[in-house]
């Protein structure tokens, strides 16, 4: 069973960067697309940005394109979200998914999540 563990969270000032990373461990990390995803307070859960397992194709939703980053080391097992120029409305709780593609990496298996908060 796949185990994910997320950390690089904490408090910065809008306009800062924080980098993320995901430690996979239980499966052949290397085979999988990954993910991560965003709540906050009140909001559903939103897609963020997903990798595919070869790390060649990226998919970010519109609101962090140009700003985050994912990359992958499959060497490592990790999975970073490099996110640079935060805003308060990126303030959330960050989940990392593996799923067997960027297709489905919704129905994947999630981490625990790391807690972002952005002030102003």
């Known amino acids: 069973q796949v185990q994910l563990v997320e950390s690089g969270g904490g408090l910065v000032q809008a306009g800062g960067s924080l980098r993320l990373s995901c430690a996979a461990s239980?499966?052949?990390?290397?085979?999988?697309?990954m993910g991560w995803f965003r709540q906050a307070p009140g909001k559903e859960r939103e897609f963020v940005a997903a990798?595919?397992?070869?790390?060649?194709?990226?998919v970010y939703v519109d609101s962090v394109k140009g700003r985050f980053t994912i990359s992958r080391d499959n060497a490592k097992n990790t999975v970073y979200l490099q996110m640079n120029s935060l805003k308060p409305e990126d303030t959330a709780h960050y989940y990392c998914?593996?799923?067997?593609?960027?297709?489905?990496?919704?129905?994947?298996?999630w981490g625990q999540g790391t807690q972002i908060t952005v002030s102003s």
């Open positions: 239980g499966h052949t990390f290397s085979t999988y697309a």
């Open positions: 990798i595919s397992w070869g790390g060649s194709r990226t």
């Open positions: 998914v593996v799923s067997s593609s960027i297709a489905t990496i919704s129905e994947g298996s």
